[in-house]
């Protein structure tokens, strides 16, 4: 078996992990934002901050044992858009909420049946290429070559105090998930969380480890989903022109990830909109994630975990920029739900995709 094959291999492999904990333990960060700033009871956002304490500590474990070259990674680019790299983000967190779920979530609930899913991932694939290679490519380097910013550092470089600034992050991340709260049972989104942070290290081990050839490297990734979902729709149409890849495993093991544990727990069945309007607005969120995902080369689980385990700067500008767009649309849907007659219905504003 050569090194590619065992790099597709290993790649299934994490997405059936992926969906089967994605489906078992609902994680999500919009469905924890939403909790979070409604007042709810609930430990998705402490699931999530599990996860990125445990995507960091491991990701500089692995890069300080030198198993993996994370400054090969697309998020350490020595450049980027000042002005693309947050406004991205900010079309995408707005796009999250609308959709009530981000990229990754839309996978795991098609594979248990959810076709509304169906419809945000094509929207958020072709939007996300029409960006990166198509039509809006020409716009999107034009803009991005009058505002790109190279600065000294793209992370923090001196080992001592990376060090420090990893563990220190660790720590006040699981001091946030591990806080007592008056009510519900939290195990089994800490859990999650804890899983997910693992499978961001197994992806930095399988493409910068195990993917390592002088000959044919593998790009060294780990777990992102608005390209590899473009890339998914394309290898569907031309497979025999096109080379398979680690993303495109990665999506395809987790809708069957997914619907495994989906079949297994009996939680397999068709859903879909419910209204014309509904419809209408996942469309457009899903082309704000498409369109955003591409400008901040990421999503809430490329730049949220994968970007953000890495400690560079710039994937801490994306990650806040997604939350502050999921903000903005929150506060939108939630004064349009109290007004009165509304763009979104309290179904939509409480219901997790």
């Keep these: 078996m050569s090194q590619l094959e065992l790099v597709l291999w290993a790649g299934l492999a994490l997405g059936l992990a992926f969906g089967a904990c994605g489906q ?3 994680f999500c960060l919009q469905r924890g934002l939403k ?3 409604s007042g709810r009871h609930g430990y998705k956002l402490h699931g999530f901050a599990v996860a990125l304490a445990v995507a960091l500590g491991g990701t500089h474990i692995v890069a300080s044992m030198g198993l993996v070259d994370i400054g090969q990674s697309l998020y350490m680019m020595p450049s980027f858009s000042w002005l693309l790299l947050p406004f991205g983000g900010l079309m995408f967190g707005y796009g999250m909420c609308l959709t009530n ?3 990754a979530r839309a996978v795991v609930l098609l594979g248990q049946g959810n076709l509304r899913s169906f419809v945000v991932l094509l929207c958020i694939g072709i939007s996300a290429y029409i960006t990166l290679t198509g ?3 020409p716009l999107r380097m034009l803009i991005s070559a009058v505002t790109t910013l190279t600065p000294a550092s793209v992370t ?3 080992d001592t105090l990376r060090a420090l600034t990893v563990w220190l992050a660790v720590a006040g991340l699981l001091v946030f998930a591990l806080r007592p709260r008056a009510s519900g ?3 089994l989104d800490l859990t999650g969380g804890a899983t997910m942070g693992l499978l961001v290290v197994a992806g930095w081990l399988i493409t910068g480890w195990l993917g390592a050839d002088e000959f044919e490297p593998t790009p060294v990734a780990s777990l992102t989903f608005v390209a590899p979902i473009g890339e998914t729709i394309q290898y569907s149409m031309i497979a025999t022109g096109m080379t398979l890849r680690f993303g495109v495993v990665v999506v395809l093991g987790t809708v069957a990830g997914s619907f495994i544990a989906a079949a297994l727990r009996g939680k397999c069945r068709l859903e879909g909109f419910d209204s014309p309007r509904q419809m209408s607005r996942y469309i457009f969120g ?11 080369t990421g999503c809430s689980i490329g730049q949220g975990l994968t970007g953000m385990s890495t400690l560079a700067y710039s994937s801490m500008i994306a990650a806040l920029s997604i939350v502050a767009g999921a903000r903005l649309a929150w506060m939108r849907m939630a004064a349009s739900s109290t007004a009165g007659p509304a763009v979104t219905g309290p179904r939509d504003l409480h219901h997790g995709a």
Aim: hydrophobic share 45%; charged share 10%.
């Design 286 to 296: 899903a082309v704000l994630m498409g369109v955003g995902g591409s400008l901040a």
């Design 24 to 26: 078992i333990s609902g």
């Design 135 to 137: 039509v809006g490519a």
């Design 101 to 103: 779920g981000c990229g």
């Design 156 to 158: 923090v470089r001196a």
């Design 35 to 37: 909790e979070y700033w």
């Design 185 to 187: 049972t939290r195990g």
